[in-house]
């Protein structure tokens, strides 16, 4: 799995320094809604709750906003979110997935496509670019919790099939068959998660530098700008890096 989304790992090194705090908790509250709407309000018994929650305490959101998004999901019983992806080319053909999660879809596919165009890119169907790819569970802890050499033991005995640790996070593998499973195995030493969820992990880098690299780049960052937009991968990286 070496060829795991160099872009993913980008937005969870830097993001909050490049985003809005509002931006980043409005996305991580619609989360928590949804994932308290489809299943227990209790995260214990609620793997995605729990995640969703553990990845909003990652990044500071305040318990009050917590508990507003999970009361949301009693709420406004008639408003129903979707998760659709959508599948496209950016510039020097760099393959995106871009994640949404919506309540109007029809808005959400206009802007999306929109947004394709206005930077260099093209909207494509369903399968069009997911071919590049490969999902994988992936679970993100930070340095301050465990070192890297107890993070190794303990992914290898939950069953992880990658473990590797960068400056600022562990990042930790699975088939995503076994996400939850082997999460909830490493959660009886460590509590405090930055993320866990499916991620789309590139077969096959593009890559690019200079002024190319940043036309690329602007597409990405323009997708995650909107509301509706959980989630990009791509396979581009850095030629420089």
């Known amino acids: 799995m070496a060829g795991h989304s160099h872009w993913a790992g980008i937005k969870h090194k830097k993001g909050k320094a490049d985003k809005q ?3 980043i908790f409005s996305k991580l509250s ?4 949804v994932a308290a709407k489809l299943g227990a309000k209790d995260p214990e018994m609620n793997p995605r709750l729990r995640s969703a929650i553990q990845s909003a305490r990652s990044s500071n959101m305040p318990k009050d906003n917590i508990e507003r998004a999970i009361s949301k ?8 979110y979707e998760n659709l992806r959508y599948e496209g080319f950016g510039p020097e053909k760099i393959a995106v997935i871009v994640e949404t999660l919506t309540d109007n879809k029809n808005r959400t596919a206009s802007n999306v496509r929109t947004i394709f165009q206005k930077n260099g890119g093209n909207l ?3 399968g069009v670019a997911s071919h590049n790819f490969k999902q994988v569970g992936v679970i993100r802890i930070s340095k301050k919790e465990i070192s890297d050499e107890k993070m190794l033991e303990l992914a290898i005995e939950a069953g992880a099939e990658e473990c590797t640790s ?4 562990h990042e930790i593998l699975s088939s995503k068959e076994n996400l939850y499973k082997v999460k909830s195995l490493i959660e009886k030493n460590i509590s405090n998660f930055i993320f866990t969820g499916i991620e789309w992990v590139t077969l096959n880098h593009v890559k690019l530098n200079g002024e190319k690299y940043k036309s690329a780049t602007c597409l990405l960052e323009a997708l995650e700008e909107d509301d509706d937009v959980q989630n990009v991968f791509t396979n581009l990286i850095n030629k420089d890096n």
């Not at 619609?30 to 809604?33: L, M």
């Not at 960068?166 to 996070?169: K, L, T």
């Open 21 to 23: 705090r509002s931006k």
């Open 30 to 33: 619609k989360e928590i809604t």
């Open 73 to 80: 999901s009693d709420l406004n019983k008639n408003v129903n």
């Open 124 to 126: 494509g169907t369903t």
């Open 166 to 169: 960068n400056e600022i996070f």
